[in-house]
T-cell receptor
Framework: AQSVTQLDSQVPVFEEAPVELRCNYSSSVSVYLFWYVQYPNQGLQLLLKYLSGSTLVKGINGFEAEFNKSQTSFHLRKPSVHISDTAEYFCAVSPTKAAGNKLTFGGGTRVLVKP | DAGVTQSPTHLIKTRGQQVTLRCSPKSGHDTVSWYQQALGQGPQFIFQYYEEEERQRGNFPDRFSGHQFPNYSSELNVNALLLGDSALYLC???????????????FGPGTRLTVL
């Protein structure tokens, strides 16, 4: 079984400031890792994913994340946020050696970008 | 490409009633997964359909059932509704992949169910 913990439920940040969203996971098997964004009244959109290889992953909209296997973490960062980044962000994992795409999500981090 | 579509957008039901939610997958996708997102929480996996069969199931009671049609569209049925079933129900589509592969899941906008 897998579990995902997002350590911050809300993160207020000023426009053009950097932001980091923390994600830790627990799993008895190897997993793929994902970050999704959910804008108000919309579904989830994939920001980035880690499958294998380089531990630094770049995604859309200037976001990047770093996989740390020893700390079982997958923190998301953006060097300079915009008002339009106000949204809820979800970290998720999926087992690598299982058919299907079952995702286990964390509880989410709400990012509020202030002018 | 219309992406994943869901209907209805909103729904209000009373306790004990039954509800059916519908999902049309992204063009070319053959696998549909359903998730429940309670207010202020992350989505939770309900089940996944491929080739008209339930392939995986999360920790949800039998009151939650589904169906997939030959055109890959899917329905989620919930019987004997409880107040706790109030949530956003998300549908996601993808191509089924075997162990070792990965295909992105595309999510629809969701159906917001309110149980009174």
């Amino acid at each position: 079984a897998q579990s995902v913990t997002q350590l911050d439920s809300q993160v207020p940040v000023f426009e053009e400031a950097p932001v980091e969203l923390r994600c830790n996971y627990s799993s008895s098997v190897s997993v793929y890792l994902f970050w999704y964004v959910q804008y108000p009244n919309q579904g989830l959109q994939l920001l980035l994913k880690y499958l294998s290889g380089s531990t630094l992953v770049k995604g859309i909209n200037g976001f990047e994340a770093e996989f740390n296997k020893s700390q079982t973490s997958f923190h998301l960062r953006k060097p300079s946020v915009h008002i339009s980044d106000t949204a809820e962000y979800f970290c998720a994992v999926s087992p690598t050696k299982a058919a299907g795409n079952k995702l286990t999500f964390g509880g989410g981090t709400r990012v509020l970008v202030k002018p | 490409d219309a992406g994943v579509t869901q209907s209805p957008t909103h729904l209000i039901k009373t306790r004990g009633q039954q509800v059916t939610l519908r999902c049309s997958p992204k063009s070319g996708h053959d696998t549909v997964s359903w998730y429940q997102q309670a207010l202020g929480q992350g989505p939770q996996f309900i089940f996944q359909y491929y080739e008209e069969e339930e392939r995986q199931r999360g920790n949800f009671p039998d009151r939650f059932s589904g169906h997939q049609f030959p055109n890959y569209s899917s329905e989620l049925n919930v019987n004997a509704l409880l107040l706790g079933d109030s949530a956003l129900y998300l549908c996601a589509s993808s191509l089924l992949w075997l162990a070792g592969g990965i295909n992105e899941q595309f999510f629809g906008p969701g159906t917001r169910l309110t149980v009174l």
